[in-house]
């Protein structure tokens, strides 16, 4: 059995982090969707660790081999924790690259026998962030294109209050 975990701070889960997710299913048995507690994160999440935790449960509930768990502590140690064999991020653009390559070195240094596999984003969703999506809803855009329903809705209950 193989394992991967995705993680990410889904603030709020996308299309774009669902399809990642979607891909990863064929070729892992088992996949673990990270939500990073992230408290220190820019200005904090928009939503809680709870909230997002239901929105990416809500996101994946069609997929049978998916889980999602909250984690509070390095990556490397929750992969390790929930006994998965990969890690599994998306890159959309050079600049993610720039990033997740730094990031993954440095887990690879933490625990070689981890590995880190990149998924390249659908080019559908290729521009598309949790930040963008939020400043999108803020000012009463249309998101459908980009997020669930859930989401959606959660969006604007809590822009508009």
């Avoid at 984690?71 to 992969?79: C, E, G, N, Q, R």
């Avoid at 690259?97 to 990031?103: G, K, N, P, R």
């Avoid at 984003?121 to 999108?136: C, D, G, H, Q, T």
Wanted: hydrophobic share 45%.
């Amino acid at each position: 059995m193989t394992r991967a975990v995705i993680p990410g701070t889904y603030d709020p889960i996308t299309l774009g982090h669902l399809d990642i997710i979607e891909r990863a299913t064929h070729v892992f048995s088992s996949v673990v969707v990270g939500v990073a507690d992230s408290p220190n994160k820019r200005s904090g999440p928009l939503f809680t660790l709870a909230e997002r935790i239901e929105l990416a449960q809500d996101a994946v509930s069609h997929l049978a081999n998916v889980e999602v768990m909250a984690f509070d502590k390095l990556l490397v140690d929750f992969a390790c924790q929930v006994e998965a064999d990969a890690i599994v991020k998306g890159l959309r653009a050079v600049t993610d690259f720039d990033s997740e390559f730094q990031q993954s070195s440095i887990n690879y240094r933490l625990n070689p026998k981890l590995e880190t596999i990149f998924i390249m984003a659908n080019p559908r969703y290729m521009f598309l962030s949790s930040s963008m999506v939020k400043e999108i809803a803020s000012m009463h855009g249309d998101i459908s294109h980009w997020v669930t329903p859930l989401v959606q809705s959660e969006l604007s209950k809590r822009l508009d209050s």
